[in-house]
């Protein structure tokens, strides 16, 4: 498989690089663009292993045919994301309450344990900016396979419709109009974006208040409209729809409470915004996202599914 498309990973564009170095060295535009496609790091861990497992599976002749390996295997990698979404679909039919995408923590607070210190995680490679803030992937899980790659790789990676094509297997005109129609899902879903410091505020004054049940101090925080998700998977216990409504929700973070009383509460970067974290005897249990607007919270997203909080380091101190 040949194609001309070049990634923004790539140096020099396109210029012939065959180099094993070369190769290795896209594994982090790769994760990149497979987490963002499927919401999950263990999902596209396993597209990169794929896609490298391809390319290591051709001759050395077919792959110094290959002008642009970076090329190459984003086309393989977004095909293979691709195919899994379709997938995805029908297999978060079935899955036991709400689908939440996995939750990142900061560079600084891989599974080490130690804020600080770095580890070989393939995590530390995803880059967290707004296009893995956890608004933003709830949206993307509201799109078609063919909507979501097109607006990932355009809008997020920047690759001109007439590549895309090649990896949707559209027309590029068809791949504009997916990309189109993906723009209004996230116009229409997204509230302005607050500060992440005024967020962070918000958040601490939201904890403050959990910890110490101040019931009307919790309503005050929610906005009216307020909507809280959380993800147990089936593996542990987790509301199965969405709770509705701030008082709803300020009653249900108190009755959680009293039934934890042991229950830590952490403030955390989760997916590059501010989040937290609640710890159980030492283990995380809970990873909470928020969508703060006109200083409320108007979203939270709280994933308990332990096998989505593998990255997550438990009994760590403030």
């Known amino acids: 498989m040949t194609t001309p498309m070049t990634t923004p990973s790539e140096p020099g564009h396109g210029r012939p690089d065959q180099g094993l170095s070369a190769v290795a060295d896209e594994r982090r535009h790769l994760i990149n663009l497979a987490y963002r496609l499927l919401g999950t790091l263990a999902d596209a861990e396993d597209v990169v292993q794929e896609t490298y497992a391809r390319w290591y599976a051709m001759s050395r002749p077919q792959q110094e045919a290959i002008r642009s390996p970076g090329a190459w295997l984003t086309t393989v990698a977004g095909r293979i994301c691709l195919d899994l979404l379709g997938s995805a679909r029908a297999r978060r039919e079935r899955y036991v309450g709400e689908w939440i995408p996995e939750p990142l923590p900061d560079r600084t607070e891989w599974i080490s344990g130690r804020p600080g210190v770095a580890s070989a995680d393939p995590a530390d490679r995803v880059t967290l900016d707004e296009s893995v803030g956890m608004a933003f992937l709830v949206v993307l899980e509201s799109m078609t396979p063919a909507e979501r790659v097109a607006f990932v790789l355009h809008d997020v990676f920047g690759y001109p419709f007439d590549e895309v094509a090649g990896i949707v297997g559209r027309t590029p005109a068809a791949c504009r109009q997916l990309a189109s129609s993906a723009r209004r899902r996230i116009r229409g879903a997204r509230a302005p974006l607050t500060p992440a410091a005024r967020s962070a505020d918000v958040i601490r004054d939201f904890k403050q208040a959990w910890e110490t049940k101040d019931i009307g101090a919790l309503i005050g925080l929610l906005a009216p409209e307020a909507t809280m998700s959380a993800d147990g998977g089936g593996l542990v216990s987790a509301a199965l729809r969405p ?33 937290l974290v609640a710890e159980q005897d030492g283990v995380t249990v809970s990873v909470m996202a928020f969508e703060v607007a006109d200083d409320r919270i108007a979203r939270i997203w709280a994933v308990r599914n332990p096998d989505k909080l593998r990255l997550w380091a438990a009994g760590r101190q403030d």
Do not use: K, Q
């Open 243 to 275: 709770i509705e409504g701030g008082e709803r929700i300020a009653r249900y973070a108190l009755a959680i409470a009293g039934m934890a009383p042991g229950l830590t509460i952490r403030e955390r970067t989760v997916n590059g915004r501010p989040g």
